[in-house]
């Protein structure tokens, strides 16, 4: 348990950023979900309008440092790849 006052608003501050962190994180991956089911259901105007949607929380997730760059790029890459391949398919 926090014994100085300093490490007592730590641990309010942490359980503050914790929950924040847990909606935003929920929010990133409501959106990938969007994409994969508009992929499944071959749509590819909702998938790329999903995609579209997706895109900017997913970099803002990165600026907030709740995902790594690397991950999120990863993500992208990966969605925009099932998409294009929704055409030849």
């Given at each position: 348990m926090a014994n100085t006052a300093q490490a007592r608003k730590r641990a309010r501050q942490?359980?503050?950023?914790?929950?924040?962190?847990?909606s935003r994180r929920s929010l990133l991956r409501?959106?990938?979900?969007?994409?994969?089911?508009a992929i499944q259901a071959g749509d590819q105007g909702a998938a790329?309008?999903?995609?579209?949607?997706?895109v900017p929380i997913i970099?803002?997730?990165?600026?907030?440092?709740l995902v790594h760059r690397n991950k999120?790029?990863?993500?992208?890459?990966?969605?925009?790849?099932?998409?294009?391949g929704m055409a030849t398919a």
């Open positions: 942490a359980q503050k950023h914790r929950a924040h962190n847990a409501t959106r990938i979900r969007q994409v994969l089911k790329r309008m999903a995609y579209a949607q997706a970099d803002k997730m990165v600026k907030t440092d999120a790029d990863r993500h992208k890459a990966r969605l925009n790849a099932r998409i294009k």
